[in-house]
């Protein structure tokens, strides 16, 4: 009986610990912080970052060409806000990289694109 209560007396402890963590991290990714992208190969982020470059090339009247996302990271606000890394290719200027947020709730807004500036 007593290896049984030493065993609930380390383990309780440990499942309780565990799982306020997973809801520590849970409601801060919920309430809006910054988290990092994985996959940045994923089809919707290549479409997402494709949006951007279209977007900025059409407003500014430049031919630009994704190259490839870089670096990402997502935020859950009103829809999804992404915060993406992009090499884009400029016709005539070579490659840059820029740093480009779009929202997206039913559709894409174009938020900013402005060149990375490393941190």
């Known amino acids: 009986m007593e290896r049984r209560?030493?065993?609930y007396r380390v383990?309780?402890?440990?499942?309780?610990l565990c799982l306020l963590s997973a809801a520590?991290?849970?409601?801060?990714?919920?309430?809006?912080?910054w988290e990092p992208i994985m996959n940045l190969e994923d089809p919707h982020v290549r479409?997402?970052?494709?949006?951007?470059?279209?977007?900025?090339?059409?407003l500014k009247q430049l031919q630009l060409k994704l190259d490839k996302?870089?670096?990402?990271?997502?935020?859950?606000v009103?829809?999804?806000?992404?915060?993406l890394v992009l090499a884009v290719e400029?016709?005539?200027?070579?490659?840059?990289?820029y740093t480009v947020?779009?929202?997206?709730?039913?559709?894409m807004h174009l938020k900013s694109f402005k060149k990375f500036v490393a941190e």
Request: proline letters at 2%; aromatic letters at 6%; charged letters at 25%.
């Open 101 to 107: 947020v779009v929202e997206e709730d039913k559709k």
């Open 69 to 76: 996302v870089v670096k990402g990271e997502t935020q859950v």
């Open 24 to 33: 520590v991290t849970t409601e801060a990714a919920l309430r809006g912080g």
């Open 5 to 7: 209560s030493s065993f």
């Open 47 to 58: 479409k997402v970052a494709q949006y951007a470059v279209s977007e900025h090339g059409r």
């Open 78 to 83: 009103s829809g999804i806000m992404y915060r």
């Open 11 to 16: 383990f309780l402890p440990l499942l309780m």
């Open 90 to 97: 400029e016709k005539g200027a070579g490659t840059k990289q």
